[in-house]
């Protein structure tokens, strides 16, 4: 069974930093690129970044890109993300999902519980 | 970057058919995949690849895509069904690939 057990949220001052975790089981790890995708209070859901199952491939949202950084460590089924610089626009729900994928596209077919983010003074 | 626009809501009675869109340039040429989310729960995927299914998702839902709009239809819609559906495409000629539609908000009366 695939779990995927986030944590690491919690309130943090604007221009605080914070690293959200994301323990994986259930799956081989390394052979999936794996993403986060966040909510902010009563919105839609937001794709933040996506790192290849080698880690040597990364993307990321124009509204994080420079201050959030995404790694995995394969020896331990575990996926990161480093945010830097938040701000207010940050505070949401952030969960951890595997994709999956064909030649063409990809899509995320599971998902963490998700762990709150608040910034705020 | 890609946009996808979705109705803010739709309202349907139990046993009728529920039709969600999702709006896109030529998203015919893309894949469409739609999650449900239900209040306070992490999204679940229920049709991906426009039209497949995971295992354990009825058949009562299903997906098309053609031209400018994908569909996710609801076949004999039930209470338990309300929820949030999100539709999502991966544009690969782009540096932030994932996009996801803002949500539609399926009511049953």
């Known amino acids: 069974e695939v779990q995927l057990l986030e944590s690491g949220g919690g309130l943090v001052q604007p221009g605080g930093s914070l690293r959200l975790s994301c323990a994986a089981s259930?799956?081989?790890?390394?052979?999936?690129?794996m993403s986060w995708v966040r909510q902010a209070p009563g919105k839609g859901l937001e794709w933040v970044s996506t790192?290849?199952?080698?880690?040597?491939?990364?993307y990321f949202a124009d509204s994080v890109k420079g201050h959030f950084t995404i790694s995995r460590d394969n020896s331990k089924n575990t996926l990161y993300l480093q945010m830097n610089s938040l701000r207010a626009e940050d505070t949401a729900v952030y969960y951890c999902?595997?994709?999956?994928?064909?030649?063409?596209?990809?899509?995320?077919?599971?998902w963490g519980q998700g762990t709150l983010v608040t910034v705020s003074s | 970057s890609y946009v996808l626009t979705q109705p803010p809501s739709v309202s349907v009675a139990p046993g009728q058919t529920a039709r969600i869109t999702c709006g896109g340039n030529?998203?015919?040429?893309?894949?469409v995949h739609w999650y449900q989310q239900k209040p306070g729960q992490a999204p679940v995927l229920v049709v991906y690849?426009?039209?497949d299914r995971p295992s354990g998702i009825p058949e009562r839902f299903s997906g098309s895509n053609s031209g400018n709009t994908a569909t996710l239809t609801i076949s004999r819609v039930e209470a338990g069904d309300e929820a949030d559906y999100y539709c999502?495409?991966?544009?690969?000629?782009?540096?932030?690939?994932?996009?996801f539609g803002g949500g539609t908000k399926l009511t049953v009366l």
């Open positions: 999902a595997k994709q999956s994928r064909t030649v063409t596209t990809r899509w995320f077919d599971y």
């Open positions: 259930g799956f081989t790890f390394s052979s999936y690129a």
């Open positions: 790192i290849s199952g080698s880690g040597g491939s990364t």
């Open positions: 030529n998203i015919g040429s893309k894949s």
């Open positions: 690849d426009d039209s």
């Open positions: 999502q495409v991966w544009d690969s000629s782009s540096d932030h690939p994932g996009v």
